[in-house]
């Protein structure tokens, strides 16, 4: 007589309520990779660290997401899944709680990557509690639309909470926030899951440790690289040159020893396929599109004057794109709709966007002529980021699909770094060329700014400012004018030179003749969950 096999869960749950605690669980997890990039300022000045450094801490992290997919895979298969559930939930809260007490910039980049482990741990177990909750196709495709909805959805949402608990109480007490958000949905998901391995159970031995030191020091050195680089002067820096050496070493190491492993940290066998190679490169150019909302964000901030509460609440607007496309894009996906479509659409969506933005931008603007500007843009990201991913894990045979997971991770992790690295780099260029275009135009004759200096002075003194301070006010509204200016000039060139890129990318997509040879399989393919 053979025994029935025990279910995932409780038999008395009810479906709203497992899929109620899966969704509580994964929302402010996701957000948690976002938490500090939309307060970079607050963060920066709790810790004592420069801007610079917040925005490393956020490659920190998800070096950590990229690198440890493998040996958590291994961990996820071991131990049962409640028990592994909750250990890393108990690490997850730990990490939060040092964090609320200490300011050591050390402990916080530490703690950040710690965090990114527990986190790929927990939403590992979620979506594989999808894959497993849903047997038919559709119900999989719709499931794994939600995820990497929230994903996408996730940074809006956590900016309004941050912005708001930045307001009204201390930085700290964003971690103690994290924490009570975890809570909930942890404690639902642990009393109604049975102690049961959703994989096969593989001994821990052979662990390939020595991989991950490789493939983590890599990520870290290569986002630390992209971020710094700039400021460093590049390879004019010896501490660069270094980097950039000991990353070729590591690649050289990494490489010799996959080819020499029987169970190889990643297959290297996914690159021979030139559908995944393609789907991999796509995620680079999708993540540098998505990552240009910064510059809008900070267009809102630094030229319109808006404080980052009313910022993040005009950015729900691009959640709703989200919501609107992942919804199509996985009733396309179910209907079989040519892959090609779906993407010239997502990436015309973005050409849209950037275009618009374009023209929108001036020093003066009605908040409402942006908001179907967001939700175009929402609708871009959201039309090509689920299909992508499946076109990519479904682009290689079944006995490699974790590999190819975790090279996608990898190809989102540059795509994400050069996304920061780019805007950060065309900033320091573009603020360069102007400021040299406005010291020129500002001479003795061109009546402009002088004009403008006087016209702030009077107004200064419209409101009984004495003669000297309101010339010193003047100067300081004047040099915030340029600046703003400056800043538009940036924006209008970023964005122009994003649109050129969109066209090429668009272009390659049309003329690549091979998408229809892969068929999308998501009943035998479970994608990572980051």
Known sequence: MTSQPIPLFKPWAPEWLIRSSIGLVMLPLLGLFGLFTNNITAT????????????????????????????????????PSRQYFVI??????????????????????????????????????????????????????????????????????????????????????????????????????????????????????????????????????????????????????????????????????????QLHLKRPFIDLAIFKYSNFRIGAFLLIPFYICRGSLAVTSNY????????????????????????????VSSRLILQKKPMRMIWLTGFGFFLLFHGWMYFLFSSEGNLSAFILPLIVQGLGAGTIMTPLIMFTVSAVPAAIAGSASMAGILFRFIGFTLSMAVITSFQLFSKSKHQEDFRNQITLLNPVPNERFELYQRQMESHGIPHDQAAKIATGLLNKAVEKQMFLRYAMDYYSVICWGIVAVMLMIALYPYFSKTIMNVRSRQPAPY
């Open 88 to 257: 890393n939930v108990i690490l997850l809260m730990v990490t939060c709680y040092i964090s609320y007490y200490a300011r050591s910039p050390l402990v916080y980049f530490t703690t950040r990557f710690l965090q990114g482990i527990f986190t790929g741990g927990i939403n590992s177990i979620c979506i594989t509690l999808i894959f497993r909750r849903f047997s038919s196709e559709r119900a999989r495709e719709i499931g794994y639309s939600v995820f990497y909805g929230l994903l996408v959805c996730s940074s809006p949402l956590i900016m309004v909470l941050a912005s708001f608990i930045i307001e009204y109480f201390n930085y700290p007490a964003l971690y103690k926030a994290m924490i009570f958000m975890i809570l909930p949905g942890s404690v639902l998901l642990t009393g109604i899951l049975n102690n049961v391995s959703l994989g096969r159970k593989f001994p821990l031995y052979q662990l390939d440790w020595s991989s991950f030191i490789f493939y983590a020091s890599f990520v870290c050195l290569f986002g630390y690289v992209l971020i710094y680089g700039q400021r460093s002067y590049w390879l004019e820096n010896l501490h660069i040159w270094a980097c950039v050496g000991a990353m070729l070493l590591l690649v050289a190491l990494f490489i010799t020893r």
């Open 44 to 79: 920066a000045g709790y810790y004592g660290i420069e801007p610079i450094d917040v925005q490393y801490s956020t490659i920190v992290y998800y070096a950590a997401l990229a690198s440890f997919y493998s040996l958590e895979q291994r961990f996820f298969n071991f131990v």
């Open 300 to 327: 809102f901030e630094a030229v319109l004057g808006m404080d980052p509460i009313h910022v993040s609440e005009l950015m729900m607007a691009n959640m709703v794109g989200v919501i609107l496309s992942v919804l």
